[in-house]
């Protein structure tokens, strides 16, 4: 789920950037560090967003940058397990799909897309259920559980993130689509 924060962090000010405007430097400065990365007990930062405050300045000898504490607001993802999120197929392979969640993609395993059997169309690059015929290709929009998470702080490209659609009400939107449009045949018979 996205959280707008508020939050508190000590920022340096590079020599070379004290004579600009000084909440632009820090908004820059706080980008560059935060955005994409990983703080376990925050979430992922997708986007510092707003500087609230700026204290004093502190010089540390040694040193030619200066030191100020900030306030500012962050947008962030936070993932959590059994969460159900939505996302889009950005690739699909042999072994499954992978699902953009914003900021980062999770993994759909081929054995927790469906309880049929799961075909892989190389050429049309498609995930095709046996029995069914439903397919998962990309750019389809899916909504589906997170069941694995490991979020790599160091080195965010290796978090892992699995999900599953072998639940009730989930799945890509044209088969949900599809399922509400049986529900109300069903209804209205």
């Not at 935060?34 to 040193?63: C, M, Q, R, W, Y």
């Not at 054995?111 to 799961?118: G, L, P, T």
């Not at 659609?165 to 018979?189: D, F, H, I, P, V």
Request: with cysteine; aromatic share 6%; hydrophobic share 40%.
């Amino acid at each position: 789920m996205y959280f707008k924060m508020t939050l508190e962090d000590k920022v340096r000010v590079p020599p070379h950037r004290l004579g600009e405007d000084l909440e632009r430097v820090i908004l820059n400065v706080l980008q560059e560090q935060l955005e994409g990365s990983i703080a376990k007990e925050i979430g992922i930062f997708i986007a510092v967003t707003n500087i609230l405050n700026v204290g004093e300045g502190e010089l540390i000898p040694g040193d030619g940058a200066v030191y100020y504490d900030v306030r500012f607001e962050a947008a962030v993802l936070r993932l959590a397990l059994q969460e159900v999120i939505e996302g889009e197929v950005v690739e699909t392979t042999s072994f499954g799909a992978f699902v953009s969640l914003g900021p980062i993609d999770a993994m759909l395993h081929v054995s927790q897309i469906s309880d049929e059997y799961i075909n892989y169309d190389e050429k049309n690059g498609r995930l095709i259920c046996q029995d069914s015929k439903r397919a998962i290709t990309v750019g389809d929009g899916i909504r589906a559980r997170i069941v694995a998470l490991s979020l790599n702080e160091r080195e965010p490209r290796e978090s892992k993130i699995g999900l599953t659609m072998r639940q009730s009400g989930l799945g890509t939107t044209a088969w949900l689509e599809e399922e509400l449009e049986q529900e109300k045949e069903k209804g209205a018979a």
